[in-house]
C-alpha cells in the first residue's frame, strides 16, 4: 500500500509498471480502479463514450423508524430510503454534473421526507458522483481490447458494494489465466455501450 503517491504512468509490459514522481511500482498485472481510467490518455478519451458522470444527493434525519433494510420509492424519483442506527438517510435527485443550485435538491429530499416519514430536521447533507455505463452494465476486464497485463474496473452505476464483490471475481480469474462465465457481459469497450447512448440520453432530459 503506497499512499500521497501520483500515479504519472503506466508500462503494460513484462513486468508491467506503475510509475510514480518519485519510483516505479512492478508487477505481473495492473488494475486501474478509479472512477475513469485516466492514463494512458486515450484510455481517458475511449472510457468517456462508455460511461457517463450523474452527481446525486443524500439527506439524514435522526428519527425513529420502523423500516428495515433498504428501499426504493415506486414513484417517478426513485428515491433510496435507508434507516441506519438513529437516522434515516434519503437519496436521489440524480442529475448530470451541471451548474446547478444544489441546495434545491437537498430541499426536495427534505420535502419528501417530511411528507413521508415526517421528518422535522436534516441533520447532514452530502453529494456525490457515479459513473454509470450507457448500456447499464458495469466495465470491467482489460484497459483496452490489447491489452496483456492491465486491467480495470469502473462503472459500477452507484452499486459499489455488491460490483465490486462481481468484479474481484471476474479480475481474479482474467488475472489467473481462468474461464469466467460473466466475464464476456461486463467487457469493456463492448459495441452495445456505445450503440445505448441515444437511449441513455433520452433518459436523462
Not at 494512458?40 to 446525486?56: D, G, H, N, Q, V
Not at 439524514?60 to 428501499?71: E, F, I
Not at 471475481?169 to 457481459?185: F, K, Q, R, W
Request: proline share 6%; net charge positive; glycine share 6%.
Amino acid at each position: 500500500m503506497y499512499e500521497n503517491s501520483e500515479v504519472v504512468g503506466f508500462h503494460d509490459g513484462e513486468p508491467a509498471s506503475v510509475k510514480t514522481r518519485k519510483a516505479t511500482v512492478t508487477a505481473k498485472h495492473i488494475v486501474v480502479a478509479t472512477k475513469v481510467p485516466a492514463a494512458p490518455l486515450f484510455a481517458r478519451l475511449s472510457y468517456c463514450i462508455c460511461e457517463f458522470p450523474t452527481t446525486s444527493y443524500i439527506v439524514a434525519s435522526k428519527t425513529k423508524t420502523s423500516l428495515q433494510g433498504m428501499y426504493i420509492s415506486p414513484d417517478k424519483d426513485n428515491y433510496s430510503i435507508l434507516p441506519l442506527g438513529d437516522y434515516l438517510l434519503i437519496g436521489g435527485e440524480n442529475h448530470l454534473p451541471v451548474m446547478t443550485n444544489h441546495r434545491t435538491h437537498y430541499q426536495k429530499l427534505a420535502n419528501y421526507g417530511a411528507r413521508h416519514f415526517g421528518l422535522k430536521k436534516i441533520d447532514y447533507i452530502w453529494r456525490a458522483m457515479d459513473y454509470l455505463p450507457y448500456d447499464g452494465v458495469p466495465l470491467i476486464g482489460k484497459v483496452y481490447p490489447w491489452s496483456q497485463h492491465m486491467f480495470t474496473a469502473t462503472a459500477f452505476q452507484k452499486w459499489g458494494l455488491s460490483t465490486s464483490m462481481v468484479a474481484a471475481s471476474i479480475l481474479h480469474d482474467l488475472l489467473s489465466g481462468e474461464a469466467n462465465p460473466v466475464a464476456e457481459i461486463f467487457r469493456t469497450h463492448r459495441l452495445k455501450t456505445i450503440l445505448s447512448i441515444p437511449r441513455a440520453i433520452k433518459q436523462l432530459k
